[in-house]
């Protein structure tokens, strides 16, 4: 069963906004994540919108695709987005589906 997913605020800093997610994004979750990128998709003033997918152990076709409509939503006006933190999972899902052509996916730093 999914775990509620949890959205923080974004924090715009000099036209970068940060979603940070938190849980499973699959077909009941990904609603509240559209809902999440849509608001900071809609800030005129995000030039790039950081997806920190830290807090991400299951994702899903639905949530995918979520993040495909936020990436054309946002380079329609000239914005990007950036994946940030995947997990090794969610980071296996969005190699096989090839995600790196459309995002710039940031990995967590190596931990020594």
């Known amino acids: 069963m999914a775990r509620d997913v949890r959205f923080q ?5 000099t036209g970068v ?3 940070p997610v938190e849980g499973e994004i699959d077909l009941a979750t990904v609603p509240g994540l ?11 003033a995000c030039e790039c ?9 299951f994702l899903d076709a639905s949530g995918v695709g979520a993040l495909v409509a936020a990436h054309h939503a946002m380079a329609a006006r000239g914005g ?8 090794p999972p969610v980071a296996r899902v969005l190699e096989i589906l090839g995600m790196e052509r459309l995002f710039d996916i940031v990995r967590a730093p190596a931990v020594r």
């Open 49 to 57: 919108l950081v997806v920190d997918l830290d807090g991400v152990g």
């Open 34 to 44: 559209r809902a999440r990128l849509a608001v900071a998709v809609g800030d005129q």
């Open 17 to 19: 906004a940060v979603v």
């Open 80 to 87: 990007r987005v950036v994946l940030a933190r995947p997990r």
């Open 9 to 13: 605020d974004c924090l715009p800093h």
